[in-house]
């Protein structure tokens, strides 16, 4: 999907306020769809396109890091205000980063799980050892290392626009584009494994309808907020 903003474009966007990300964590993730993701690196500024997520909801929820009312100094940041990053180290050798919600005390977040490039490809593809868009970001590890998040970041304002912040640029994701399914790897928590908490978009949809039905389908028009 050709994108038409700039580097220089990326300076003009402001960062999502913090009402964004204090409203139902399903929301938040459902409305990250299509958001733009903005990381100010040394060697340049990178912009890329939110496509998957996945919602933890905090102390009922087995998957959660949170869950039960855990509290630990890896897992503070979700247990501050929304619009937070919560950054943490797995497996011993990756980071994922997470978009805190809610308000104080309410310990929930959005793992980001996916993502397309929209500026600073080039840039993107160096630090992830890859070329090419096909399984670049596809993992939240690799959407890490591509954009240089790291602990560093845990607990960075999101609101602020300075090292790494979320934005839009008008982009809406149609409810025929988003799909929502049970979330990767949390076969540890029983019944919650099954939750439909991963929410994804496709990007292609707009460009496969126009060319099935021609020009005027497939574009504009937002979706509106994901329920729980």
């Not at 039960?68 to 797995?90: I, K």
């Not at 949809?205 to 729980?228: K, L, N, V, W």
Request: charge should be positive; hydrophobic fraction near 40%; glycine fraction near 16%.
């Amino acid at each position: 999907m050709e994108e038409p903003l700039s580097g220089r474009g990326l300076a003009a966007l402001a960062p999502l306020e913090r009402g964004f990300y204090q409203r139902a964590t399903t929301t938040v993730a459902r409305n990250l769809l299509g958001k733009l993701l903005v990381r100010r690196l040394p060697e340049g500024d990178v912009a890329v396109r939110i496509t998957e997520v996945e919602a933890y909801l905090g102390v009922g929820d087995p998957a959660a890091h949170t869950w039960g009312g855990r509290r630990t100094d890896r897992n503070e940041a979700m247990w501050g205000e929304g619009g937070r990053l919560y950054v943490y180290f797995t497996y011993g050798m990756h980071f994922c980063g997470n978009v805190v919600t809610r308000r104080p005390g309410v310990p929930e977040a959005v793992l980001l799980r996916g993502a397309v490039p929209v500026v600073g490809a080039p840039l993107i593809e160096a630090r992830r050892g890859k070329r090419g868009r096909s399984g670049l970001l596809n993992g939240p590890a690799k959407l890490c290392q591509g954009l240089g998040i790291d602990r560093g970041l845990n607990g960075a304002d999101l609101t602020l626009g300075e090292e790494v912040w979320l934005a839009s640029d008008g982009f809406e994701c149609r409810s025929a584009w988003v799909c929502r399914l049970p979330r990767v790897g949390v076969a540890y928590a029983g019944e919650a494994a099954s939750w439909p908490l991963r929410f994804l978009v496709d990007l292609d949809a707009p460009a496969r309808a126009r060319r099935i039905h021609g020009p005027g389908h497939g574009a504009g028009g937002g979706a509106g907020s994901g329920g729980r």
